[in-house]
């Protein structure tokens, strides 16, 4: 366990008291799950959560108590800009931090797991540094006594199961999804950009389905009211998880960690994810002909997936041209070592630590390159960190396919030294 946990916390970590622990020291007490907190001490959101997982860790620890061991630890990973700020907030809980001057671990920890909002709690394996639960702040809420507790990943089959909606009232099993692609949608009616995708979605659909393709779209409702959900349920033609079952709702929020809407998440007829990225996909592909969107090593960047920059780190090659056979080109180029790097941490069960983009000549690469203040070079290799708020850059007359691989290995080996954004 020491070594999986190491390689993600470093050596010690802080208690409430100043003490520092060593990670290592976590096998012995029976650690067998992981929470990473990431949070802040201001805020309402992140001090609610704070109240309710002080309460849930408490009771954690009173079991761990009485049967001689501990299951769970809290791993708090700040959000505080502030060194003060950072000391009252571990002052006031009862579970563990990393170091505030571990700032680098700290911003590779929230691009690893793609944190995009506070508070957030993810679960990890202890022995292995995979991820159990993406969605914590729902365990706490639906499993406040932890009789579920590790909270690992059920099939969608299991977790969907049970009565499904059209919205002319009928009722379908959801064993009526069995050998279907299936597109979970995560949306809601107050939410003006899931309105305009649903729009887009509703003939996306309509085309699939005339093209004789099996695909059922599961609709799993964030409305704040069963008028509200039954408004906007009248503009689809497809099925949805009856708004009452709330916690089959939670449960599929869990089940794919759901940070913000809207959210498609397109399965096979397994029911295994094929993207996450369903709402870029549907915008990027208004005829469907991709379908099911398999995602692609090198993408184009668009204004549809340009939000993608924000997810964690991101490689970037400006060619700057209008000229389709250039951008081809590009993305020949550096799609090897994308598939690489892409089967490399598959083989782990984890998240590539980058995407990969070509970026062409339009006003949304011209704005990008006047936020990020890069060189008006082109073609240009870049390596862009939004959350970090960095930028790695490889300014060189022409771009090899070595000189790609040995940026990108440089970056993984933190061996590159970052400019501001």
């Known amino acids: 366990m020491a070594g999986a946990l190491t390689d993600l916390l ?10 520092e622990v060593a990670v290592s020291a976590l096998a012995a007490r029976g650690v067998s799950l992981v929470g990473l907190y990431f949070g ?7 001090a609610q959560l704070g109240a309710s997982l002080a309460a849930f860790y408490g009771r ?3 079991e761990a108590a009485a049967a001689g061991g501990q299951r769970l630890e809290i791993v708090f990973v700040s959000a505080e800009q502030e060194q003060q700020q950072w000391q009252e907030a571990v002052r006031a809980m009862p579970w563990l931090a990393l170091p505030f001057a571990d700032k680098h671990r700290k911003l590779k920890l929230w691009n690893k797991y793609r944190v995009s909002n506070i508070p957030s709690l993810i679960f990890i394996d202890a022995s292995s540094g995979k991820v159990v639960c993406r969605n914590g702040l729902l365990v ?5 006594e932890g009789l579920e507790f ?5 099939p969608f089959s299991e977790v969907v199961a049970g009565p499904l909606l059209r919205n002319n009232g009928q009722t379908l099993d959801s064993s009526a999804l069995e050998g279907s692609h299936v597109g979970v949608y995560f949306s809601a009616h107050w939410c003006p950009p ?3 995708l649903t729009r887009v979605l509703v003939e996306s659909y309509r085309k699939i389905k005339e093209a004789g393709q099996k695909f059922e779209i599961l609709f799993v409702s964030a409305d704040r009211s069963e008028d509200s959900f039954k408004q906007y349920f009248s503009e689809m033609p497809w099925l949805a998880v009856p708004y009452a079952d709330e916690a089959r ?9 759901i940070q913000g809407i809207p959210t498609l998440i397109v399965l096979d007829a397994k029911g295994e994810v094929i993207t996450r990225q369903g709402r870029v996909e549907v915008l990027n592909d208004v005829e469907c002909r991709e379908f099911p969107w398999h995602p692609k090593p090198v993408l184009e960047l668009t204004d549809s997936n340009a939000v993608q920059l924000n997810e964690g780190p991101c490689l970037v090659l400006f060619v700057d041209s209008e000229d389709d056979g250039e951008s081809e080109a590009a993305k020949q180029l550096i799609q090897p070592i994308a598939e690489k790097i892409i089967a490399k941490y598959k083989a782990k069960e984890e998240e ?4 990969f983009f070509v970026a062409g000549e339009d006003d949304m690469t011209d704005s990008l390159r006047d936020y990020t203040n890069l060189p008006e070079a082109a073609p240009l290799l870049t390596i862009l960190d939004m959350s970090a708020r960095a930028k790695y850059v490889m300014d060189v007359e022409e771009i090899t396919p070595e000189i790609v691989e040995a940026f990108v290995s440089d970056f993984l080996a933190d061996k590159l030294k970052p400019e501001p954004i």
Do not use: H, M, Q, T
């Open 352 to 355: 590539a630590p980058l995407l």
């Open 60 to 62: 954690f620890r009173g």
């Open 194 to 196: 899931c309105r305009s």
């Open 140 to 144: 706490i809420r639906d499993d406040p």
């Open 150 to 154: 590790p909270w690992g990943p059920k």
């Open 40 to 46: 802040c001490s201001l805020g309402g959101p992140c």
């Open 10 to 19: 470093g050596e010690v970590l802080v208690a409430a008291d100043g003490e």
């Open 249 to 257: 709702r939670s449960r599929l929020n869990r089940l794919y960690g």
